[in-house]
């Protein structure tokens, strides 16, 4: 009998050391390294007039201070732009240091490198810049109006326009029997994870190698830009990622000026040097997301059914834009959502401003498209005196109409087809979970007690596993032990244990046998990243392939072994063995020993594949052509396009009229996202995804005044949610698997937070009976709001 | 003959001897380093993370003769003579979790780890005073907190496991 792994609700592997203090995040090491500091602009948009560094050099233990003039060849250049488009005429990245200007509060001027931490703060706090300020550019609607630009070469402050078209929305439009147009809006917010960023490097002059490691989501992303800079050959520079705290999307940002900045300290002063962001810093360095304003068109029928839709955007992308404009291109291709669409047309606007730059965070651009689309679907229903529910159901792309074609680009530049989906099944589960044909006896009942109730919903697709690849290496081991590698990084998903279950059942194994690295370039050099919610699809996939690679190198040496028909071979519990007769088998460790012809024997076991062990062959040689030594393989996933997951969302507040104040009552989630290789896991995804969504509905913003100062850059001021605010969400899962990779397994990473501020508005809404049209909504602001219904 | 005072400068160096986890050790430091980063950086016991050093996240929660503290806001001058327990001490000698710890495993209430010492750490001391605490008592002693990872949903539940846990372990005598 053979152990299903895949599915199980397996424990981690991780936790045994998170648990204990045994975990290696980034500031876990390197206690001897030289500290840094930086100096930061508290400027939005300034000249830099000056530098003097004099006062600081009186600091005991200062090593050096460098600015932009003393960076040498590439590392003067502007960092990468990372994701080109032809539609990005206008990219702008920034210096590692400051050149002449800075462009956002926060943008390093300049580096300390001391002793430690608390001496380089010393040294940077008596360094004095000189600033010129100019006019800063705040906010969507400054940048608009061009009155001020934030790069002085870029007219209307607008990095890039693109438009995309499903048929003829327009016309559809002028023709459809019933028209409405609106606008909406979301406010900026950040991923905050409880580890900030963190470089630590050494050069190690001996082998003339530069080791790294960052808490990064994309370790070979942060290398191949490293060695590329420092005209270094790939094999010279050697990236890791520790245990990460947590990354959430803003981490994929690479190379961040920090992970140029310290490997070069490093080299150049031959020190161990390492730079830990505080939390300020994380505020105003570390990337934020989601400012986006909408105007919104749509025609529909008599029925609520939509003929056409027409979403014209504006994007805040900061001050730079090293990720393109993935961000806007997310938004306005997964806008659509589950419905059908037959004329639909986007086109946005891509802004500068004078603040952090804009990336991704979770959900990263989806949220904003969600917010669009079942803002509208509601206004529908209002309009035509439907239930919402209802609404969407006639709008739903049915379970037969897959693969569905938008005839549109995604964001990785293939097409936009879903893959495959049950979204009406879906729609009818989180109803029964929310109880939502029973609410309207149940808002009545409290309103018969004063109490003003309200219920909403919001459907989400969300494309996950995009390409271009992921790849996997899976070893056995001559003591048993399955080592497997795969190059992207981890922050926290549980790859380690989802890897190995994969693994486990692909081999015969036990889960407990597997061993798994990830984001290590010593390991895995050819990876992506960890980000659009793809590791499980991308790594699982790649390193099932190569599991299977293996399995069927076991089975083929092990039937010459035991001689046996390869076909009548198995593997259970690490024994390849004659189907059913376990006494006829050879361990895996065994098979292992054999896979690698040997000279010299290193135990007892290894013996058996010396060259006087066993009669050889005298035609074949002892690596036969096509072969390899070593019971080991190494395979890729790479998709042809994404694949979509899809979930609803619906809750249940209650709203008091006299502080504005909202109470999430009940929260229902339904999601698919193919089969699950570990619920455990994939609940606790939704779970952490439904708290930054609520927290990004009624909590998080950030808020930025007009001088683009960040004036809530703290814990104290930036209300993430506590324990108390974040609501137990029910949970239904549904399994439709995915045709396009060979695990039929869709990503779950993202999807809990993209619904939030769409279901949350249409909840409140309905209790408070007053138009919601941005979010976050704050109590004063719900507050001001029912006060002017009141007064109207 | 008098003798030259000299002023007192921020770079002096004052003895601490603490006992962390039931082991007494020692450094010298400077006034102002912090507890979190005598523990992390001169004891090496890394468990204690830093998540805001400002006091508001907790993740550097330790106990400080049986209380929780934040370490990122007390100085590490300020612990001289005192008893400590961090994460580390939470395990049985051979390394076998403590029910707190089980708890979490199973009820998957960690995810990336960052801010699970202080967790940890919250939910040993409320066990400690309130075997058997209701979830009102449960968000009261957890809820300042912060958590990005977990929505605190499973937060909870290994909150209730680490109970139950610790009930079987310590029957009533």
Redesign the interface.
């Known amino acids: 009998m053979t152990t299903q792994w895949f599915g199980e609700r397996v424990?981690?592997r991780?936790?045994?050391r998170?648990?204990?203090?045994?975990?290696?995040?980034l500031?876990?090491?390197g206690?001897d390294a030289l500290g840094v500091a930086f100096v930061r602009s508290p400027h939005a948009h300034a000249r830099i007039t000056g530098i003097d560094v004099a006062d600081a050099l009186d600091v005991?233990g200062l090593v050096a201070v460098y600015t932009w003039d003393d960076l040498p060849g590439r590392l003067a250049d502007p960092l990468p732009l990372l994701i080109p488009h032809p539609d990005l005429t206008h990219p702008r990245t920034q210096h590692a240091l400051a050149r002449g200007e800075v462009n956002h509060v926060g943008e390093p001027v300049a580096m300390v490198v001391a002793d430690d931490r608390?001496l380089a703060e010393d040294a940077a706090d008596r360094i004095v810049v000189g600033y010129e300020p100019l006019p800063a550019v705040v906010g969507i609607g400054h940048a608009r109006s061009a009155e001020h630009l934030v790069h002085a070469d870029v007219p209307g402050n607008v990095a890039a326009v693109t438009t995309q078209e499903l048929g003829d929305a327009r016309a559809a439009i002028a023709a459809a029997p019933h028209v409405l147009e609106f606008d909406l809006a979301m406010e900026r917010s950040l991923s905050?994870?409880?580890?900030g960023r963190g470089v630590h490097a050494r050069w190690d002059a001996d082998d003339q190698r530069l080791r790294i490691r960052t808490s990064t989501q994309t370790s070979t992303g942060v290398r191949a830009a490293v060695a590329s800079i420092f005209g270094l050959p790939d094999v010279a520079v050697e990236v890791i990622t520790p245990?990460?705290?947590?990354g959430?999307g803003t981490k994929v940002v690479h190379p961040y000026p920090e992970e140029v900045l310290v490997p070069w300290a490093a080299r150049t002063l031959g020190r161990e040097v390492k730079w830990v962001e505080?939390?300020y810093e994380h505020f105003v360095s570390a990337t934020h997301e989601r400012g986006q304003e909408h105007h919104v068109r749509v025609g529909f029928d008599d029925d609520g059914v939509i003929l056409g839709l027409d979403v014209e955007f504006w994007h805040d992308t900061g001050a730079y834009t090293p990720y393109g404009i993935v961000l806007p291109i997310i938004t306005a291709t997964q806008l659509p959502g589950p419905y059908r669409h037959r004329h639909y047309r986007v086109t946005f606007t891509s802004l500068y401003t004078n603040t952090v730059t804009c990336t991704p965070y979770r959900g990263a651009g989806r949220p904003q498209g969600c917010f669009v689309m079942e803002r509208t679907v509601d206004r529908i229903g209002e309009e035509l005196g439907l239930d919402r529910a209802e609404v969407r159901r006639r709008n739903l792309i049915g379970p037969d109409e897959f693969p569905y074609d938008f005839g549109m680009v995604f964001q990785d530049g293939r097409p936009l087809i879903y893959d495959s989906g049950n979204y009406p099944a879906v729609l009818e589960g989180v109803k029964d979970l929310v109880g939502w044909d029973g609410f309207a006896a149940e808002r009545e009942a409290a309103a018969a007690e004063g109490r003003r109730l309200g219920i909403g919903l919001a459907c989400y697709v969300e494309g996950t596993g995009v390409g271009p690849y992921e790849g996997g290496h899976v070893h056995v081991e001559t003591n048993g032990r399955v080592m497997v590698a795969t190059g992207l990084t981890s922050?926290?998903?549980?790859h380690e244990t989802v890897f190995a279950q994969i693994v486990a059942d692909e081999l015969g194994v036990d889960a407990t046998d597997v061993y798994v690295t990830t984001g290590d370039t010593r390991r895995f050099p050819y990876a992506v990243g960890t980000y659009a919610s793809r590791a499980a699809v991308m790594s699982g996939n790649a390193i099932a392939l190569a599991a299977r690679q293996v399995r069927a190198k076991a089975i083929r040496i092990a039937a010459e072994a035991l001689e046996a028909a390869p076909e009548d071979l198995e593997i259970a519990s690490g024994v390849v063995q004659v189907r059913g007769t376990p006494s006829r088998g050879i361990p895996l460790a065994q098979v292992a020993v054999l896979s690698n012809p040997l000279r010299y024997a290193f135990s007892k076991e290894a013996q058996a594949a010396t060259q006087f062990a066993s009669p050889p062959d005298p035609e074949v040689p002892p690596v036969p052509e096509d072969d390899e030594p070593g019971l080991e393989a190494r395979d890729y996933y790479s998709p042809v396009r994404s694949t979509f997951a899809a979930g609803m969302h619906a809750a249940v507040v209650e709203v008091d009229p006299d502080t504005g104040e909202v109470d999430v009552l009940r929260y229902a989630v339904v999601h698919d996202c193919g089969p699950l290789i570990n619920p455990?896991?994939v609940?606790?995804q939704i779970?952490?995804?439904?708290?930054?969504g609520v927290a990004g509905a009624l909590y998080e913003r950030l808020a930025y005044d007009a001088a683009g100062n960040l004036a809530n850059a703290?814990?104290?001021d930036f209300l993430?949610p506590?324990?108390?605010e974040?609501p137990?969400?029910e949970i239904g899962h549904l399994e439709t698997p995915s045709p396009l990779n060979p695990l039929g397994i869709k990503g779950a990473g993202e999807a809990?937070v993209i619904p939030g501020s769409a279901c949350l508005a249409a909840a409140i809404e309905d209790a408070a009976g007053v138009r919601i049209d941005r979010m976050p909504i704050s109590p004063p602001e719900l507050w001001a709001l029912i006060g002017e219904e009141a007064g109207t | 003959m008098s003798e030259v005072v000299r002023a007192p400068s921020p770079?002096d160096l004052h003895e601490v001897v603490v006992t962390v986890n039931g082991v007494t050790r020692s450094a010298r430091v400077?006034a102002?380093?912090l507890l979190s980063d005598l523990l992390?950086?001169d004891l090496?016991?890394?468990?204690?993370?830093?998540?805001?050093?400002?006091g508001?996240?907790g993740?550097c929660t330790v106990l400080l003769e049986g209380e929780p503290v934040r370490s990122c806001l007390t100085f590490a001058v300020m612990v001289d003579d005192a008893r400590i327990t961090?994460?580390?001490g939470?395990?049985g000698p051979d390394?076998e979790?403590g029910p707190v710890?089980r708890a979490?495993?199973?009820c998957?209430g960690?995810?990336?780890?960052?801010?699970?010492?202080g967790f940890?750490l919250l939910t040993t001391e409320l066990l400690a005073r309130n075997p058997e605490p209701t979830d009102g008592e449960i968000?009261d002693a957890?809820?300042?907190?912060?958590?990005?990872?977990?929505?605190?949903?499973?937060?909870?539940r290994s909150v209730r496991r680490a109970a139950e846990l610790t009930s079987e372990r310590e029957p009533p005598s």
């Open positions: 424990e981690r991780e936790d045994q998170l648990l204990t203090g045994a975990g290696r995040f500031d876990d090491a206690h005991d608390y905050s994870p409880l580890e245990d990460v705290g947590g959430f505080d939390r922050q926290g998903q549980g455990m896991i609940e606790g779970h952490g995804g439904v708290a930054q703290s814990f104290m993430m506590y324990l108390s974040v137990t969400p809990g | 770079h400077p102002r380093r992390r950086h090496r016991l890394t468990g204690t993370h830093v998540g805001c050093e400002h508001v996240c993740a961090t994460v580390e939470l395990a390394g979790l710890q979490f495993r199973e998957h960690l995810q990336c780890g960052f801010c699970t010492p940890l968000a957890l809820g300042g907190n912060l958590c990005r990872c977990t929505g605190y949903v499973n937060i909870v």
